[in-house]
């Protein structure tokens, strides 16, 4: 089992992580690894602090106590828009593109971290500007490809429908040459036959080395496509497995009766 694997060998490790809204415990004394390469789903109940984790993750939010270490660093005082540059990319479900824009320029917006250029290199328009320009788009055309948009690269981003619009976004992320993407709920407002496509894509993003969180409500999609699980619930990780050990496992399938409906937040 992989859980059982020397943590020496995580990409990334986290300990006694903790974040309190006030009285509200949203996630408590978390400690969990990712792997390179592996697809690790987070699940549990609505209000579990899935989505809380994923922000200390990307360090949209601070931990109350508890570390992050990222390729053995802590993480601790690391700015927000430094976790990209690190490698720890999250993809959102509703973010906006740049609507005046085709696909291939929008993938380029999402490299900027990259791109080791003074400003006024790139408004003189320098050889070494043009170089880098040139190696952009081609990298942007070969995610744009991976994620099978390759016929509309050039295409008005406005013309994409709502799935496209997620393969866009994932591309984007892919751009920023992630080690650890965090999807949370990518398969929500997906027809079946983009699902499919979509799971396929997640495999080959992990098939490069590239460690892959989910968060998903949509179980079967989830449970067919995570090779490990971590259960949360009232901010605690109450199981950790293969698929289907956590299935069986009794402490979550108490932690999900009652639930109505599987988290949507
Ligand atoms: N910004 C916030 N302010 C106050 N409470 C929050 C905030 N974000 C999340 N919470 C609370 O923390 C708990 C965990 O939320 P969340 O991480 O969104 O859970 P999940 O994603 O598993 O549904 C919930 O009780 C939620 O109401
Ligand atoms: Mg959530």
């Given amino acids: 089992m992989r859980s059982n694997m020397s943590d020496a060998s995580a990409l990334l490790q986290v300990r006694g992580l903790t974040r309190r809204f006030g009285g509200l415990l949203a996630v408590s004394g978390l400690d969990m690894s990712v792997f390179p390469g592996e697809i690790l789903g987070l699940i549990g109940p609505n209000g579990a602090g899935k989505s809380t984790t994923f922000s200390m993750m990307a360090g949209a939010i601070e931990p109350s106590a508890g570390d992050i270490y990222f390729q053995g660093e802590s993480l601790s005082g690391v700015p927000t828009h430094a976790f990209a540059a690190r490698g720890i990319v999250r993809t959102f479900q509703h973010n906006k ?7 291939q320029e929008n993938v380029m917006v999402g490299m900027h971290t990259q791109v080791p250029l003074s400003m006024w290199q790139v408004v003189l328009g320098t050889a070494k500007a043009k170089a880098h320009e040139k190696h952009a ?10 994620v099978g948009l390759g016929e509309y690269a050039q ?16 591309a984007r992320g892919l751009a920023a040459q992630p080690k650890l993407m965090l999807f949370d709920e990518p398969a929500a407002g997906l ?19 590239i460690a892959v969180l989910l968060i998903e409500h949509d179980m079967p999609f989830l449970m067919a496509l995570a090779q490990r699980v971590v259960v949360l619930n009232f901010g605690e990780k109450i199981a950790e497995g293969s698929p289907t050990q956590v299935q069986a496992d009794p402490a979550v399938v108490n932690a999900y009766l009652g639930q109505v409906k599987v988290d949507h937040a």
């Fill in 155 to 170: 295409a008005d981003v406005r013309t994409l429908s709502f799935g496209q619009g997620r393969l866009l976004e994932i």
């Fill in 191 to 209: 027809t079946a036959t983009e699902c499919i496509r979509l799971a396929d894509i997640i495999r080959g993003i992990a098939a490069q080395g």
């Fill in 137 to 146: 788009r081609a990298q942007a055309l070969h995610w744009i490809d991976f």
């Fill in 97 to 103: 593109p740049f609507e005046s824009m085709s696909i």
